[in-house]
């Protein structure tokens, strides 16, 4: 038990400072090949691309103990290209929603009809079109895009950030934020759970709070086969994943956990995730706040566990749990996770508003 506290004067600590186990994220996009008749009032056909894999590095750093058992660091993450394990390279071309054009619309919706009207004109001028030709690389780490600047001239704050806009932009050579955890020396049942997240106890997300659970790294001890939580900052909540059967990886036994089919659940069909609205169709949550305000959903790849009219209102979705369902292995006895699968799809919400182009 030593060794699952978080002590500097441990064997562990180091593992801890500086994670040794690889960590690898895969990127998909789904390509829209009718972008023309979509226009026209199709339905968008789509074809996954990728993966494009990035080899994932984190490091804590300004690692701080306090008096009452618990420690706060921040925790960066450093993202490297992996042409070998890519079905692609960053330079290849994709056809995708205009997201910057689109999520400004969306968020000039409720503007008096003047400014829709001066900022429509402005935005005719920049001759931007709903759908854009760039490459991986683009998407993912930014592109200049004059309509940043547009829009902020006649909205300032509209849209909070400067420079060259990208999906992960915000994410490479970046900390999640200020974390406060447990480290179990006076209460091992507690080891890694979170305490606070940028010196809030709770994190709103819309009129939901929490901010409970682990980092996703490690849980406490002696684990039952029920549930565990972990705070996801992307997300802006908490997530609890339930227990699903017992196993094993590589001859350790372990426990695995998964998500709920009510984890992204409107507030009608599930009353817990009422916070979390406004919501749409059960199986994307709108994380809007987590998002500078735009339209965006997470849910499962493929809108798996999604209400069937979110598959349907596209061709080219295939879900399916051997594909797209997230899971947790964790090794019981120390609640180290020894396999796991992370899958989220971001959704942008595109909706026509009256005048605006």
Partial sequence: LQNVRIDPNSMSFSMWKDIPVPFYMSVYFFEVLNPKEVLKGAKPALNQRGPYVYREYRYKTNITFHDNDTVSFLEYRNLFFQPDLS?????????????????????????????????????????????????????????????VDTVNTF????????????????????????????????DIS????????????????GQQTSNTGTMREMWPPFMSPTSLEFYSPDACRSMTLVY???????????????????????????PPNEGFCPCLQSGIQNVSTCRLNAPMFISHPHFYNADPSLVDAVEGLHPSKEQHALFLDVHPMTGIPMNCSIKLQLNLYIKQVSGIL
Avoid at 178 to 186: D, E, P, Q
Wanted: glycine content about 12%; charged content about 20%.
């Fill in 155 to 186: 909205v300032p704050g509209l849209i909070p950030f400067k420079g060259k806009f990208g999906l992960f932009a915000e994410l490479n050579n970046s900390n999640s934020g200020l974390f406060t955890v447990n480290t179990g020396m006076k």
């Fill in 87 to 147: 079905k692609g390279s960053e330079d290849e071309y994709i056809v995708l929603p205009n997201i910057l054009l689109m999520g400004a619309a969306a968020m000039m919706e409720k503007l008096p009809n003047f400014m829709k009207f001066l900022l429509s004109g402005a935005l005719a001028g920049l001759k931007e079109e709903a759908f854009m030709n760039r490459t991986v690389g683009e998407i993912m780490w930014g592109y200049d895009d004059p309509l």
């Fill in 244 to 270: 699903e059967q017992s196993g094993s990886f590589k001859g350790v036994p372990t426990y695995r956990f998964v998500a709920p089919k009510t984890l992204f659940a409107n507030g009608t069909d599930y």
């Fill in 190 to 205: 507690r080891v890694h759970m979170v305490d606070s997240w940028n010196g809030l106890k709770k994190v709103s997300a």
